[in-house]
Nanobody, 125 residues
Framework: ELQVVESGGGLVQAGGSLTLSCAASGFSFDDYAIGWFRQAPGKEREGVSCIRCTDTIRYYADSVSGRFTISIDNAKNTVYLRMRSLKPEDTGVYYC??????????????????WGQGTQVTVSS
């Protein structure tokens, strides 16, 4: 099983920024789709962004488009999620997931089988 480790979560005021990291352990991100998901209390997990999921290379959910940026540092084997202009509704546990078959279907990120433990992001109003 592929192992990924998230870091970078924390408490931030609305309008602030955070950068999350997802590091691969024991394998290379080459040829894998890597996705960021989040789950707010009482809500279903939702896909936020992914890289190499579609022909456009990067995908963003409408709720974060223009505010979040996903990137990859191949030398460090790490994927980043830069989050700006954060809102209280961005609060949740953020998970990194990886799979060769990860993709986007009708706006839903699917096909991810290996997940990290998650990192908490809390945005105060």
């Amino acid at each position: 099983e592929l192992q990924v480790v998230e870091s970078g979560g924390g408490l931030v005021q609305a309008g602030g920024s955070l950068t999350l990291s997802c590091a691969a352990s024991g394998f290379s991100f080459d040829d894998y789709a890597i996705g960021w998901f989040r789950q707010a209390p009482g809500k279903e997990r939702e896909g936020v962004s992914c890289i190499r999921c579609t022909d456009t290379i990067r995908y963003y959910a409408d709720s974060v488009s223009g505010r979040f940026t996903i990137s990859i540092d191949n030398a460090k084997n790490t994927v980043y999620l830069r989050m700006r202009s954060l809102k209280p509704e961005d609060t949740g546990v953020y998970y990194c997931a990886v799979d060769r078959g990860g993709t986007v279907v009708h706006g839903n990120m699917v096909g991810f089988d290996s997940w990290g433990q998650g990192t908490q992001v809390t945005v105060s109003s």
